[in-house]
Structure formats: C-alpha cells, structure tokens
C-alpha cells in the first residue's frame, strides 16, 4: 500500500512558478512509476507528466512541455512538479498518482493504482 500527500499549490500570477511535492509511505514507493494528472472544473481528469521508477525515463504533455519538468528522488520518497511560465489555464487540481507495473510509463489516470488528495494551484491572468 502507499499513501501520497501533494503539498506546494497556491495562488500564483501569470508567468510565474510553483513547484509541486507528492511525498509517499510505503517501502515499494522506489519502484513504481509515478505520474502527476490535474483536473479543472468541470473537465475529465488529464494527464500532465509521468516518470519511471528509477528518473530515467519521462513523459510530458504536450501543452506542458518546455515549462514543467517531473523529477523524483527516491532516497526522500518524493517526486516534484516544477512548473515554470504559468497560464491561466493550468488552473486546476493536481493529483499525484503511483502505478504498481513497473515497466509501464502511462498517460492514462485508469493505469494508475494509488492518488493523493490532490493539490490546488490557481493562476490568475
């Protein structure tokens, strides 16, 4: 079992930069890929950026991609979202999530086995 706790949203203006934590329990923390998804209101949850167990491998959307960079270090049990040049419409809720297949590196939310409670981060124009 792993429970994960996001911590680092808020309120930020445009342009600006926020860097999300997701701290996990549990001793198999090390070797599950780990991914982080947000949901605004009133839309379908969607992916953000994921990354193997061991950093080496990363996955990143779209229209995340050349400002937010997901790293994690095992020997704390955190993975990080940094998030550079904030939009208004990244506006939304962050979940982090654990997935239990080790060899996978999903964008979809149904592959994942464990989610936090979820972080607000709000950017305002």
């Known amino acids: 079992q792993v429970q994960l706790v996001e911590s680092g949203g808020g309120l930020v203006q445009s342009g600006g930069s926020l860097r999300l934590s997701c701290a996990a329990s549990?001793?198999?923390?090390?070797?599950?890929?780990m991914g982080w998804f947000r949901q605004a209101p009133g839309k379908d949850r969607e992916f953000v950026a994921s990354i193997s167990w061991d950093g080496r491998n990363r996955n990143v959307a779209d229209g995340v991609k050349g400002r937010f960079t997901i790293s994690r270090d095992n020997a704390k049990n955190t993975v990080y979202l940094q998030m550079n040049m904030l939009k208004p419409e990244d506006t939304a809720v962050y979940y982090c999530?654990?997935?239990?297949?080790?060899?996978?590196?999903?964008?979809?939310?149904?592959?994942?086995?464990?989610w936090g409670q979820g972080t607000q981060v709000t950017v305002s124009s």
């Open positions: 999530a654990a997935d239990r297949n080790v060899v996978r590196l999903s964008r979809r939310p149904n592959d994942y086995d464990y």
């Open positions: 549990g001793r198999t923390f090390n070797s599950y890929p």
